[in-house]
């Protein structure tokens, strides 16, 4: 029968064999992290480059778009402008100073007045 | 009682009825021969998406109303002008006929000039509209206005 002492040693021989073992399989850390490093490092770039694929082409069409809508606008509001201008141009002169000649203030009197005689000749207000 | 609801009534009636005498007010004068066969500016702002009318189109007629925006006014200070020397002369108590009447000559000349200015704008707008829009825009004049611009 074995000792305390042998089976101590043998337990540890065997332990610091399975610790050798083990060693040898893993693989080396600071490789893995080196690589892990590389790779985030490497796919920040990708995920750049895809978010600019989408933006830039939306950037570009937003840009055209005001580029081409903005000076439309600013003709739309430009011709509204000048529209009313002109409506109140026109409106100084509605009414022509020599209008009333044509037309005078008192002629509307007369037909307010009521039918006067019959026959021909004879005045008739519309009433 | 009985005269509250009448008061209440005669409001209402006048609240459905003072929009449409405003507009008919509002409303060009089809009457009027001339006024009948062109179309004024403003008709055309407020149709201008019913009409489709054209950026070209917008422009063109932009440029022929500063034109004649342009003439017209200082026309303007001159009929103003003219009609108050018209009116000066006018107003003594023994009046100069050859002058009076000088004056009112160029008061009509102005006036002349202005109406003609209005007709060539307007015909330059009849011009550049398509055959089209204008047989809309006298279905639409013909239409009751909203008093709202579609444009």
Do not use: C, Y
Not at chain 1, 94 to 106: K, V
Not at chain 2, 42 to 64: G, K, N, P
Request: glycine share 6%; aromatic share 4%; no cysteine.
């Amino acid at each position: 029968m074995r000792g305390d002492t042998e089976l101590d040693a043998l337990l540890r021989e065997r332990f610091a064999r399975l610790k050798e073992d083990d060693a040898r399989r893993t693989p080396d850390f600071a490789p893995m992290l080196a690589q892990a490093r590389r790779s985030i490092a490497d796919a920040r770039p990708a995920s750049r480059l895809r978010v600019l694929r989408w933006a830039l082409p939306l950037a570009v069409a937003a840009g055209l778009t005001a580029i081409v809508l903005i000076p439309e606008r600013a003709a739309d509001r430009e011709f509204d402008r000048l529209v009313t201008e002109w409506s109140r141009t026109s409106d100084a002169t509605r009414h022509a100073p020599t209008d009333g000649l044509l037309a005078p203030a008192t002629a509307g009197l007369l037909d307010g007045l009521p039918a006067i005689g019959s026959g021909i000749g004879a005045f008739r207000g519309r009433l | 009682m009985r005269r509250r609801a009448w008061g209440t009534a005669l409001a209402l009636l006048m609240l459905t009825v003072a929009p449409g005498a405003v507009a008919a007010q509002v409303a060009p004068q089809v009457d009027d021969p001339i006024a009948r066969t062109l179309f004024e500016p403003e008709l055309i702002m407020q149709h201008r998406r019913a009409i489709e009318l054209t950026d070209r189109q917008r422009d063109e007629i932009s440029r022929v109303i500063k034109d004649a925006q342009g003439q017209v006014v200082s026309m303007q200070w001159d009929l103003r002008e003219q009609a108050d020397a018209l009116a000066t002369e006018l107003n003594r108590p023994r009046i100069d006929l050859d002058r009076a009447l000088d004056r009112m000559s160029r008061v009509l000349q102005t006036e002349g000039k202005i109406k003609q200015a209005r007709l060539t704008l307007l015909v330059r707008i009849k011009n550049i509209l398509t055959p089209e829009q204008q047989e809309s825009l006298r279905k639409l004049r013909a239409q009751p206005s909203s008093g709202v611009p579609e444009g």
